[in-house]
């Protein structure tokens, strides 16, 4: 099992930046793949920001300029940076963890909020 719990989210006006951190319950660096999604009310859930092993980074082309992921080894946390927000950034955050090998599975946190008013 991997527990995976988000903090950081809140209320932020349009061009404010917040900081989410998803706290991680065993080495991160023995996660194959780590990311964040974001799911809005009645949408789809959508990939945000991913970061693998060897420490590659993707992110969505909505976000892309604006957010930032990265990993600490040494607190086992992983992060995501969300600089300039806009409304349609409003949205649950969800950090995930994808084990591929020897057994694959999808881990996923309990979500936290950001809303970004018109």
């Known amino acids: 099992q991997v527990h995976l719990v988000e903090s950081g989210g809140g209320l932020v006006q349009p061009g404010g930046s917040l900081r989410l951190s998803c706290a991680v319950s065993?080495?991160?660096?023995?996660?194959?793949?780590m990311g964040w999604y974001r799911q809005a009310s009645g949408q789809e859930r959508e990939s945000v920001a991913t970061?693998?092993?060897?420490?590659?980074?993707f992110v969505a082309d909505s976000v892309k300029g604006r957010f930032t992921i990265s990993r600490d080894s040494t607190t086992n946390t992983l992060y995501l940076q969300m600089n300039n927000l806009k409304p349609e950034d409003t949205a649950t955050y969800f950090c995930?963890?994808?084990?591929?090998?020897?057994?694959?599975?999808?881990?996923w946190g309990p979500g936290t909020q950001v809303t970004v008013p018109s």
């Open positions: 995930n963890a994808k084990i591929l090998m020897p057994f694959s599975g999808d881990y």
């Open positions: 065993r080495s991160i660096t023995s996660i194959n793949i």
């Open positions: 970061i693998i092993t060897s420490g590659t980074t």
